[in-house]
Structures are given as C-alpha cells and as structure tokens.
C-alpha cells in the first residue's frame, strides 16, 4: 500500500514540537512513503524563506528513503499577507485550513483568493458538507474547478473523519465528485503518531479509487 500523510508540523510553527528531521524519520519507521510539512505561515513569519531552504534540504538529505514535500498551512481567519500568493509558487502545496469555521473568510472569496497562488492547494480540516449545507452548492464541484484537494484529516479532533469512514452516501458523493482527498495526521508531536489511522485512511481512498493529490 502506498501511504502518504501530507499534514505536519515542525518546531518552525509555534506548535510543533519535533524538527523536520523528526518528523520525516519518524514517518520512514512508519512506513510512510511521502511526507508533507506544513508549518503555520503566521507563526514562520519573516523567516519562510528560511523554512523553505530547509525542508528543501531535507528532500534531498532523505531522497532515497522517502518523499518529503514542502507545504504551508494558511489560516482563514485573520486575513494573511498579501504577498503570501507570490511567494507560493516555491511549494508544493498548501493547505487553507478550516475554511468552515464561522468566523474564516466567505467561501467564494476564498475561490478569488486561492486562484492567485501558483500551487496545489487543499482544504485542510474542514467540513465540506457542513460547508455545503451553509452555502447550498455543491462544493466538491468548486473545489474541482479550481484545483482544490480536500484532507481527511486524522488527528482524531474532526468528526467528519470518523463521518466519512462510516457513511457511504458521503462517501460515495466524495468518489464521483472527481476530486483529490489527501491524509493528513496534522502531527504536532510524533509522541501522538497515529499510524494506523493514516494507513486506514490510505487505504480506504485506494480502495474507493479516489485520487489524492
Ligand atoms: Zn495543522
């Protein structure tokens, strides 16, 4: 099986407890075999250049025992900087994070929004059904006109994970949507790596034959 977990954080966010190094060797132990940082952009800051020439040498120091990817987690809520879209375009992904949250920005703005960066981007831990409910569209359809993957986050903090795995019609709806779904264990401390929930999830969208990003 090919597993990928393309959520994690590093002592470049405020929260992250492990160094890339961590992080990516861990990942190795647990059979992972493509690994995606994503650091906070608010608390990185000033020094993403910096983030990015490291995790840059990590996918070469590591190239022949796993695929490190180099993402960033962007919040929705307070408004990012604007020149954050320009500099995208040096990662592989981002992932906007929690996009149903009452108080992130509006749903369409976000599409406006996320058409100025020049990467992949995914919807990180957020409810695409709830959001659908909010604003009565079908939002996987959005998503997939616009390059928008969705993450099955399995930090075990989001009930629409554990909604997923069980119910067949969302399921189902996600499987014909065409839209990519990536595993994302959003890790803060490899302490709490949740192995077998990731493979789960792998598995699952191999089996469903949904395409992750
Ligand atoms: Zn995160």
Known sequence: MYVTDLHNHTIFSYDGSNTPEEIIENAIL????????????????DRLPEYYQYIQSCKIRYADKIRVLCGLEIGTRPSPPQSLPASSEFFDYVLFESLDDERAMDFYEF???RRLFKCKAGLAHTDIFKLGERYGTDIPGVMRANDIFWELNTSG????????LTNEKKRRAVAESGIEVSVGSDTHYIAEYRKTQIRRANELLQKLNIPMP
């Open 157 to 164: 903090n989001y009930p629409y994970y554990y909604d997923f």
């Open 111 to 113: 599409i406006e929004w």
């Open 30 to 45: 647990c059979g992972v075999d493509v690994i995606g940082i994503t650091d906070h952009q608010f608390s990185i800051g």
